[in-house]
């Protein structure tokens, strides 16, 4: 089975602007979360989404946004980019059954200039 | 609400020693446990999960046993090698709020 991916790998934005990440889960997989990574807070949740539902919200601003497609695609969107939002923003997906895993993808590295 | 405490490290060992990474966690109910690694420049990989008390989780010569008198998950490798540098994390995941909840990493590096 092919692995979440996610693309683009590398951005590089200018703050004010908004960007746009995707990723496909695995085959099967209904349940896509995303995560950000920085070297001060570690590993942060964002949002989760099941069957296009948002089922749970990390304490992030309302510029960070996200959506799900009825194939299970995600994309989420970040607006009026911040240098703070300069990050690795890692998706994962599961079947979304309450103990099953979550596998990530290698993760979008976003540079705000 | 639910946190993950690990040993932040970085941790440096020589090839073939032993191998200790300290997590502990605070949840509400029975969370599941998971261990995951990531190597430069990519996302992280699962290395081993717990999904009830006294369960152990093991791959690769790694282990780690789900201790809920302790609220403890420490992964432990009785030889490490050089490919096995890389930044582990201890999370949990709570089915009735959907995220896994991450400690800070520890960096090992193994020297050979």
């Known amino acids: 089975k092919a692995g979440v991916t996610q693309t683009p790998r590398y951005l590089i934005k200018t703050r004010g602007q908004q960007v746009t990440l995707s990723c496909s889960p695995i085959s099967g997989h209904r349940s896509v979360s995303w995560y950000q990574q920085t070297p001060g807070q570690g590993l942060q949740f964002l949002f989760e989404?099941?069957?296009?539902?948002?089922?749970n919200k990390g304490n992030f601003p309302g510029r960070f946004s996200g959506r799900q497609f009825s194939n299970s695609r995600s994309e989420m969107n970040v607006s009026t980019l911040e240098l703070g939002d300069s990050a690795l923003y890692l998706c994962a997906s599961s079947s979304g059954q309450a103990t099953e895993t979550q596998y990530f993808g290698p993760g979008t590295r976003l540079l705000v200039l | 609400g639910n946190s993950v405490t690990q040993m932040e490290g970085p941790v440096t060992l020589s090839e073939e020693a032993f191998l200790t990474i300290n997590c502990t966690y605070t949840a509400t109910g029975y969370p599941s446990l998971f261990w995951y690694v990531q190597y430069p420049g990519e996302g992280l990989q699962l290395l081993l999960k717990?999904?009830?008390?006294?369960d152990k989780g093991s791959n690769k010569g790694f282990e780690a046993t789900y201790r809920k008198e302790t609220t403890s998950f420490h992964l432990e490798k009785g030889s490490v090698q050089v490919s096995d540098s890389a930044v582990y994390f201890c999370a949990l995941y709570r089915g009735s709020n959907y995220k896994l909840t991450f400690g800070k990493g520890t960096l090992l590096t193994v020297n050979p």
């Open positions: 717990a999904t009830k008390a006294d």
């Open positions: 989404y099941f069957s296009e539902t948002q089922r």
